[in-house]
């Protein structure tokens, strides 16, 4: 285990800034007390949630109230991942990077926010590249042992008709789709294991709250924004933040979690616009 995850979260009040000066003199201020830093970063996590995966939290919730209540069962419905915006092969690439981009500014965000008082968030998280091949194995062996039991899950969940049929890819073809498509991988995968996991997890670590309850509020938060996919997909993936969470509080390192959900999406994205029809209706998802 790391010793950084023996090691006490950093005391919530800090050092007071530099004082003002009046008239030549230093003036004092008292620091903040634990109850407005508390407020303070209860507040900030509303924020960045609800500017990126807490908000789609919100809208998944609604539409599989909306699936629910339509009076079509769950079994044939469906949803498109990554969609084509416009029938205009580069005016659509453009679409599909301005996207991606944008999506990733709530990844800065919090990495800016995790580095107040000149720590490095990219190595207080361990985003870093210290380990390559180290966070390389461990990333691949996390998406097999998710991404096969996650595909059987799939697959049951779509005959007891709680799963939609999800479309994982619906670009036009093009010289460049499967390029945008591992790009739109490693977007989610720094978006979710980076917000969902590395900022969330410290922010609820400052606030004191205890291991068990950090990794429960970390895999619920992941299964939740996946809602809209079914039932099926809302409990693997809370398995799948389970696990991710637990891996993160014992090595305080993000990097594998994020080669191992970029590795499973490119695996689903890319494998969905390349396989033959035939292959994709034999698991359910054509």
């Known amino acids: 285990m790391d010793e950084r995850a023996q090691t006490d979260p950093p005391p919530l009040v800090g050092p007071a800034?530099?004082?003002?000066?009046?008239?030549?003199r230093p003036t004092s201020a008292p620091p903040p007390g634990e109850r407005a830093v508390r407020g303070r970063i209860r507040a900030e996590i509303w924020i960045v949630l609800g500017l990126s995966l807490g908000r789609s939290a919100v809208y998944a919730v609604v539409d599989i109230v909306a699936r629910m209540t339509e009076g079509t069962p769950l079994g044939q419905q469906s949803t498109t991942l990554n969609p084509s915006r416009s029938p205009r092969p580069y005016l659509d690439l453009t679409y599909q990077l301005l996207s991606i981009g944008f999506a990733l500014l709530p990844v800065?965000?919090?990495?800016?926010?995790?580095?107040?008082?000149?720590?490095?968030?990219?190595?207080?998280?361990?985003?870093?590249?210290?380990?390559?091949?180290?966070?390389?194995?461990?990333?691949?062996?996390?998406?097999?042992?998710?991404?096969?039991?996650?595909?059987?899950l799939y697959v049951a969940g779509r005959a007891l008709g709680i799963t939609v049929e999800v479309q994982a890819a619906a670009l036009n073809a093009a010289w460049w789709t499967v390029p945008v498509l591992v790009l739109a991988a490693l977007q989610n995968a720094l978006l979710e294991e980076v917000v969902a996991?590395?900022?969330?997890?410290?922010r609820l670590r400052d606030l004191r709250w205890s291991a068990p309850a950090i990794v429960v509020a970390s895999a619920l938060l992941r299964g939740s924004y996946h809602l809209y996919q079914?039932?099926?997909?809302?409990?693997?993936?809370?398995?799948?933040?389970?696990?991710?969470?637990?891996?993160?509080r014992r090595r305080r390192r993000v990097m594998p979690l994020v080669v191992a959900h970029t590795a499973l999406d490119v695996v689903a994205f890319v494998g969905y616009a390349l396989l033959p029809d035939p292959w994709l209706e034999a698991i359910g998802v054509g």
Not at 129 to 149: E, Q
């Open 17 to 24: 800034p530099d004082a003002p000066r009046t008239g030549g």
């Open 108 to 152: 800065a965000l919090a990495l800016y926010l995790l580095s107040a008082h000149g720590r490095s968030a990219i190595r207080r998280i361990g985003l870093d590249g210290a380990r390559p091949w180290r966070d390389l194995g461990v990333g691949v062996g996390l998406a097999a042992v998710i991404g096969i039991p996650g595909l059987g």
């Open 197 to 202: 996991v590395g900022y969330l997890m410290e």
């Open 230 to 248: 079914g039932w099926g997909p809302f409990v693997g993936n809370v398995v799948m933040g389970l696990v991710f969470a637990e891996y993160y």
